[in-house]
């Protein structure tokens, strides 16, 4: 069992920047791909950013690279989104995924998710 607790989220303007962090608990992270998700209100989960068990592979979604950067910490057990040049429509709720398979954009591979955090980004 893992548990995903995610945190950073908060209100800023458009252009700034925000960090959110997601902390895992267990000692196995390290055998988990990771990913951030997000959902706006009336809107699907979409897949934001995906990182390799080791870290040596990502993917963004278009929207966001170049903007966004994700990136893990094996021996914190943490995960990270560095979210820059942030834009009104980035404004969701983010969720930390971790799954046992091979990196995915797909939610339904993920086994274990945290509970959100609210980003709102003001134009």
């Known amino acids: 069992q893992v548990q995903l607790v995610e945190s950073g989220g908060g209100l800023v303007q458009a252009g700034g920047s925000l960090r959110l962090s997601c902390a895992a608990s267990?000692?196995?992270?390290?055998?988990?791909?990771m990913a951030w998700f997000r959902q706006a209100p009336g809107k699907e989960r979409d897949v934001v950013a995906t990182?390799?068990?080791?870290?040596?592979?990502?993917y963004y979604a278009t929207s966001v690279a170049g903007r966004l950067t994700i990136s893990r910490d094996n021996a914190k057990s943490t995960v990270y989104l560095q979210m820059d040049s942030l834009k009104p429509e980035d404004t969701a709720v983010y969720y930390c995924?971790?799954?046992?398979?091979?990196?995915?954009?797909?939610?339904?591979?993920?086994?274990?998710w945290g509970q959100g955090t609210q980003v709102t980004v003001s134009s």
């Open positions: 995924a971790a799954g046992r398979t091979r990196q995915t954009v797909v939610p339904g591979l993920y086994d274990y």
């Open positions: 267990g000692r196995t992270f390290s055998s988990y791909a």
């Open positions: 990182i390799s068990r080791d870290g040596g592979s990502t």
